[in-house]
């Protein structure tokens, strides 16, 4: 077991509250998104008669099957998808945390 230390919290330091880095979150979510299409896309040229790949075709937008123009485009939307929804957690949550933590 690691060696532990715990320090008591002075009472009279101010409580800081969270922050999260937006630029940092929303690079985690967008390469986590672009990482989960090519593992479906991936999946989908392995074994196309599972149909797992069928969410990624309904959810992003123009994608038409496995032709490098889909693929491209399901890159992109995954990076600014990706980007968008993690900035905008980020951002919100340091909103609140700023309010109320």
């Known amino acids: 077991m690691a060696?532990?230390?715990?320090?008591?919290?002075?009472?009279?330091?101010?409580?800081?509250?969270?922050?999260v880095?937006?630029?940092?979150l929303g690079a985690t979510l967008a390469a986590f998104a672009t990482i989960s299409f090519l593992l479906c896309m991936?999946?989908?040229?392995?074994?196309?008669?599972?149909?797992?790949?069928?969410p990624w075709l309904q959810f992003y937008l123009g994608l038409t099957g496995f032709d490098l123009r889909s693929l491209a485009l399901g890159?992109?939307?995954?990076v600014i998808f990706g980007g968008y929804a993690g900035a905008l957690i980020a951002a919100i949550f340091n909103f609140i945390s700023r309010r109320f933590g």
């Open 3 to 19: 060696n532990t230390t715990l320090y008591a919290r002075s009472d009279t330091s101010p409580a800081t509250s969270a922050h």
């Open 42 to 54: 991936l999946l989908g040229f392995v074994a196309p008669e599972w149909g797992l790949h069928r």
């Open 75 to 78: 890159l992109l939307q995954s």
């Open 21 to 24: 880095s937006v630029p940092v």
